[in-house]
Nanobody
Framework: QVQLVESGGGLVQAGGSLRLSCVAS????????MGWYRQAPGKQRELVAT???????NYADSVKGRFTISRENAKNTVYLQMNSLKPEDTAVYYC???????????????WGPGTQVSVSS
């Protein structure tokens, strides 16, 4: 079993910054990619940013230049530094671990429970 726990969400004024963290724990050998997705009320979940185990990154156009994803493989932790936040960034942010190779020799995707980010204008 693998668990993802997010932290760092909260309420911030427009133009402010937040840093999200997500730690993966449990019984696994490796994680292919880790990333952040978000879901605003009434909208579908969308990709924010992903990072491969080797460091390659991918960002949604809406956050390029404002958000930075990073990862500490040894700690099974992924971060999302969010700067110049806008009200439209308000959403529940979910951590994702893609293609986790588990102790039971399975490859599974996992999601965290989510953390709320609210940006006031």
């Amino acid at each position: 079993q693998v668990q993802l726990v997010e932290s760092g969400g909260g309420l911030v004024q427009a133009g402010g910054s937040l840093r999200l963290s997500c730690v993966a724990s449990g019984s696994f050998f490796s994680i292919n990619a880790m990333g952040w997705y978000r879901q605003a009320p009434g909208k579908q979940r969308e990709l924010v940013a992903t990072i491969m185990s080797g460091g390659g990154t991918n960002y949604a156009d809406s956050v390029k230049g404002r958000f930075t994803i990073s990862r500490e493989n040894a700690k099974n932790t992924v971060y999302l530094q969010m700067n110049s936040l806008k009200p439209e960034d308000t959403a529940v942010y979910y951590c994702n671990a893609d293609k986790v190779y588990t102790i039971s020799r399975r490859i599974v995707d996992y999601w965290g429970p989510g953390t709320q980010v609210s940006v006031s204008s």
